[in-house]
């Protein structure tokens, strides 16, 4: 019997169980291959749907799925996390218990969450949209209240999932306060550590124009060192000082706490893999795929998506004993909301740069389509349409 | 005075200076960053990023497919 353990359920490890299941279902039925997935959540959550919740007041149950709806049939789901990969000896243990639970083949796929330790007083002052939906839904509360005064919003450190993530927000309390007719009495100040309001030249091209129409003002190479909640002061690793109203920073990420420290992981615990077939360094057995790697991409769903199917196909490929091989080609596609329902896509590869494209009415089209078949993607329903959008970028073989 | 190494080649969006701020914030005063990458936009962002951040840019070099470039970290508050 053939052991595959997927650790995480989020957007990577979801699509790389469903994908397993469906295609080692006969394997499975014939007790050769068992997949088991671990993680404590007893529910998931549409992430990118944050940003509706903390500036549009979205319900957050509307962005929430229980586990058992997204699990695929074949998939045995664990409700503990885990605590320790010993790759060598092909085991891993959950948190409080000493039992040692084999593998012959395991994704580790946590993704990454906000590290407020990162950035003294950022936390107290913080109104955080990368937590989660509850989190997120008390900003909207928040946003309501203002009347007038100084935000401050932007980029707190680095590394942090989602790249455009910030500037929309940006983009969204902008048309918020324009809907509300005090857009006047706001200022909108966006800092980053970059040199431009968006990394990508590209993208900068597109967005900084926008950002001088909505009179959002921009302060780049601004490196946010900490937080004085009293003071209402952020002061930068350069000493300078910037005074805010109300705060709308998206925090530096860490990886799950477990693969700090580890020979599994770099310095801060991002999972070292080889970027094309995504095999943790030196393992045939191991892999891992979305935020929790140390790959030089964005952290975003679409690339755990892809990387997880390039990951399940090579495990059934080795399984059912067949030749062809896959790679993950860096294919990058976040979407950016310009607000006033227009969106750009930040689009690129290891190969290509990225893209410029022009915000438009058709892009925020897709990205509520995406939107509403995320749950299904999960399952694998909608591979046939992924491989037809994505071309020779949903994967290389 | 410490070196730091960072390697940035094959990376894309959201590029090297993404790393280079990340060595940069572990960095003290004094310390050197050599930042390797082969993207070619990199000399003129680094460069742009020493004049916005007061530190060094001391050089660029380019390495076969590659560019070096070292910087001296001189803009953190005491
Ligand atoms: C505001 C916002 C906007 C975004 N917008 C976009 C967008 O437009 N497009 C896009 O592509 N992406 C977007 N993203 C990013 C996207 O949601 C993530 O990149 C994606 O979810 C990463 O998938 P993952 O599987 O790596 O991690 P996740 O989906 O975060 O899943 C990780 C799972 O691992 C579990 N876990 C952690 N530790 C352990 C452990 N020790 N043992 C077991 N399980 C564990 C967690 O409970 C979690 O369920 C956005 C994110 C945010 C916050």
Redesign the pocket.
């Known amino acids: 019997m053939k052991k595959i353990a997927v ?7 979801l699509i790389t169980s469903s994908k397993l299941a469906k295609d080692l279902s006969k394997e499975i039925k014939n007790g050769e291959v068992s997949i088991m997935l ?4 007893r529910e ?1 959550e549409f ?2 749907g ?2 509706e919740v903390a500036f549009r007041g979205t319900d957050p149950a509307k962005i929430r799925r229980p586990m058992k709806k997204l699990v695929s049939e074949g998939v045995k789901i664990v409700h503990d ?2 605590e320790k990969v010993d790759l060598p000896n092909r085991y891993l243990k959950t948190e409080g218990s000493s039992e040692k639970i084999d593998f012959d083949y395991i994704i580790i ?3 990454s969450s906000p590290d407020y330790d990162q950035v003294p007083g950022l936390r107290d002052a913080n109104m955080d ?2 937590t989660d939906a509850y989190n997120s839904s008390l900003i909207y509360q928040q946003v309501l209240k203002i009347k007038s005064g100084r935000i401050v919003v932007g980029i707190g450190g680095l590394p942090y ?2 790249p455009p ?1 910030p500037n929309e927000s940006a983009f969204m309390l902008d048309e918020h306060f324009r809907k509300a007719g005090i857009r006047d009495k706001v200022e909108i100040t966006y800092i980053t550590p970059f040199t431009r309001i968006y990394s990508a030249d590209s993208i900068n091209e597109v967005i900084a124009p926008m950002y001088k129409d909505r009179s959002i003002e921009s302060v780049t190479a601004f490196n946010t060192d900490s937080v004085d909640a009293s003071k209402k002061e952020i002061t930068s690793l350069e000493g300078e000082t910037m005074k805010y109203d109300y705060l709308f920073l998206t925090p530096p990420h860490k990886p ?1 706490e ?1 693969l700090k420290n580890t020979e599994l992981s770099d310095e801060d615990g991002w999972v070292k893999v080889d970027k094309r077939n995504l095999h943790i360094t030196d393992y045939d057995n191991g892999f891992a ?4 790697t140390n790959i030089p991409i964005s ?4 690339e ?1 998506h892809l990387e997880g199917i390039v990951v399940a196909n090579n495990i059934i490929a080795e399984i059912k004993g067949t030749e062809k091989r896959y790679k993950f080609t860096g294919r990058t596609q ?2 950016m909301e310009t607000g006033f329902h227009k969106a750009t896509f930040v689009v690129g590869t290891y190969d290509t740069p990225v893209q410029k494209i022009t915000p438009s009415t058709f892009n925020y089209m897709e990205k509520k389509v995406m939107e509403k078949i995320y749950w299904g993607s999960l399952h694998g329903h909608y591979e046939w349409l992924f491989k037809y959008h994505f071309k020779k970028d949903y994967f290389e073989n | 005075m410490t070196t730091m190494n960072v390697d940035s080649r094959g990376t894309a969006c959201p590029g090297p200076i993404t790393d280079l701020i990340r060595a940069y914030k572990k960095a003290q005063n004094g310390d050197m960053i050599v930042l390797v990458a082969n993207d070619p936009g990199v000399v003129p962002d680094s460069k742009a990023w020493c004049e916005r951040t007061k530190n060094v840019f001391v050089g660029s070099k380019n390495i076969e497919d590659y560019f070096e470039i070292t910087i001296q970290v001189t803009g953190k508050r005491a």
């Open positions: 650790i995480g359920s989020g957007a990577g490890g671990f993680d404590k959540k998931q992430q990118p944050y940003l996390n885990c796929s946590t993704g949209f990368h999932k989602c993530s799950a477990f795929i979305g935020d929790t952290k975003a769903g679409v755990a976040c979407s």
